[in-house]
């Protein structure tokens, strides 16, 4: 029910969500995805960067919702360079 919870929140995908949550474990606790099959290797490498990707896009959005582009766009101009 957590996973739907996440799903229904977020606009990403059960199953993304649940191999975000299987990668996560299994990098924390230092284990490989070796144990799998090859493709099932490659479909959760995949979809956990995509669900990655996915997460940066949702924070990236909630950090500049109430912006408008042209605001972000005066201040990137007006950013000094370094």
Do not use: C, H
């Not at 996440?6 to 975000?20: P, Q, V, Y």
């Not at 990668?23 to 490498?45: N, V």
């Not at 960067?49 to 005066?74: C, N, P, R, W």
């Amino acid at each position: 029910m957590a996973l739907k919870e996440f799903a229904d929140k977020s606009n990403i995908s059960i199953g993304t969500w649940a191999n975000l949550l299987i990668m996560g474990s299994l990098l924390s606790s230092d284990k490989s995805l070796s144990a799998f099959r090859p493709e099932i290797q490659k479909a959760m490498t995949a979809d956990g960067l995509a669900g990655i990707g996915e997460l940066f896009k949702m924070a990236s959005l909630e950090a500049v919702k109430d912006t408008s582009i042209a605001d972000l766009y005066q201040k990137l101009l007006r950013k000094p360079k370094a």
